[in-house]
């Protein structure tokens, strides 16, 4: 167990709507990443956020937000969801000045 | 710019055999290397990281990956597979710092035979 938790562990979202997904970090971590896993492919990097700001962003639209909380979690919002939004949602902390992540076990979106 | 390359999407052995996990990157920096596990309807799983240290790793449940600078190369080994290893397994990169996220493979789906 990496300390990392992330709720809900699944979800079914219809297309159009918004969802948010949440992350509390490992004790100790200041800085939480967001990743998207597809099926049958590895993470790709949504974004980042250090001292509740965003701080480095992969290729993804607007419509992908985050906050960071004062106690360092995190949510991932999406808006107007679409069909290939589905896949698993991985949340990962670490301290800024060291590049290891733990990750939490992923909310899984399913878009219909 | 970074990304890595993992050059089998699947690898089968068997029980009790060297694992040879493949791994080629691209950097335009002295990146950051890692190895991730990730075991069905779990999270990921750090096995070990290269940081600019010593260029043979060695990692949690036997497993360990050497950095060749001149290759490109950080393939993942272990001597003997045990039926418990039986996962997807992930390459990654990083710049370090971390503001550009980690880079991950496509993963290689290790199948371990009895």
């Known amino acids: 167990e990496t300390g990392v938790t992330q709720s809900p562990t699944h979800l079914i979202k219809t297309r159009g709507q918004q969802v948010t997904l949440r992350c509390s970090s490992q004790?100790?971590?200041?800085?939480v990443s967001w990743y998207q896993q597809a099926l049958g492919q590895g993470p790709q990097f949504i974004f980042q956020y250090y001292r509740e700001e965003e701080n480095g962003r992969g290729n993804f639209p607007p419509r992908f937000s985050g906050l960071q909380f004062p106690n360092y979690s995190s949510e991932l919002n999406v808006n107007a969801l679409e069909l290939d939004d589905s896949a698993l949602y991985l949340c990962a902390s670490s301290l800024i000045e060291n590049t290891e992540a733990f990750f939490g076990q992923g909310t899984r979106l399913t878009v219909v | 710019a970074q990304s890595v390359t993992q050059l089998d999407s699947h690898v089968s052995v068997s029980e009790g055999t060297p694992v040879l996990l493949r791994c080629n990157y691209s950097s335009s920096y002295s990146p950051s290397l890692f190895w991730y596990v990730q075991h069905p309807n779990k999270g990921l799983q750090l096995l070990l990281k290269y940081t600019s240290a010593a260029t043979l790793v060695k990692g949690i449940n036997g497993f360990e990956a050497e950095f060749k600078k001149s290759e490109t190369s950080f393939h993942l080994t272990k001597p003997s597979a045990h039926m418990s290893d039986a996962a997807e397994y992930f390459c990654?990169?990083?710049?370090?710092?971390?503001?550009?996220?980690?880079?991950f493979g496509k993963g290689t789906h290790l199948i371990i035979q009895p």
């Open positions: 990654v990169v990083s710049r370090g710092g971390g503001a550009d996220g980690l880079t």
């Open positions: 004790s100790g971590h200041n800085t």
